[in-house]
């Protein structure tokens, strides 16, 4: 049988887990760390904790506990409003253009975040930590584009759910959001690379592996 070149791995979550099964525990049915539900895919962003594959910094996502969600949130239903009403159909762009305008990706700023708050292995620092930094790479981006669509349906303006997907090639992981609105279609949010779209229409060549294992 001839070897599979550059599979795509969809296992980060339960790698992660099982890097801090030792802190992991179960709440009702969910999996939980330092007390927040963890976020994976399809799980709820807004409220939750995000771990990467390795020790570093736990991302908090809560709009209730810290003001900078919100604040985008205000930005983007303005992108959104035409006569004086949110249009659905705005709402995609908008979020993704109030992401990209708030958090542009810059790695460098990121690191240096880092250093200078994480002190030791997965230490909670609030997703706002980044906004207000105006730093951010490819899972802040994500996570921010998830907690603002969560919003927007929150408040009844779409119906569709978002998710924060993320996989590994062979040359390293990518994080983004995925939406599937209330008729199943799929759309990528991924500031990072610049794509905003159905998934079905991504371009072909020279794009990430958006599609999940059962090819949706």
């Known amino acids: 049988m001839e070897e599979e070149v550059n599979p795509v791995a969809w296992n980060y979550t339960v790698c992660i887990e099982d890097r801090v ?19 994976c895919r399809d799980s709820p962003i807004d409220g939750g904790v995000y771990l990467g594959p390795t020790a570093g910094e736990a991302i908090v996502v809560d709009s209730e506990k810290y003001p900078a969600i919100n604040n985008l949130y205000k930005i ?26 708030t958090i542009p ?16 292995d997965d230490v ?22 998830g907690a603002l669509l969560e919003k927007f349906k929150k408040e009844g303006h779409v119906k569709g759910t978002p998710s924060i997907d993320r ?21 990528i949010l991924d500031v990072a690379q610049n794509y905003l779209g159905r998934l079905t229409d991504a371009p072909k060549d020279k794009r990430w592996p958006y599609e999940r294992p059962d090819k949706d």
Request: with cysteine.
């Open 124 to 145: 909670k620092i609030s997703l706002d930590v980044f906004i207000n930094s105006k730093a951010g790479v490819c899972r802040h981006q994500a996570l921010a584009c």
């Open 167 to 187: 996989n590994a090639i062979y040359h390293g992981g990518h994080a983004w959001c995925r939406y599937t609105n209330s008729v199943g279609d799929v759309f």
């Open 21 to 39: 099964e030792d802190q992991v525990k179960v709440v009702d049915g969910v999996k939980h760390f330092q007390n927040r539900p963890i976020i």
């Open 105 to 120: 990706y810059n790695e460098n700023g990121v690191n240096a975040l880092l250093d200078d708050i994480v002190t030791g």
């Open 76 to 101: 983007a239903k303005m992108k959104a409003t035409e006569d004086g009403k949110i249009n659905k159909h705005k709402v995609l762009q908008a979020v993704f253009g109030t992401v990209k305008d």
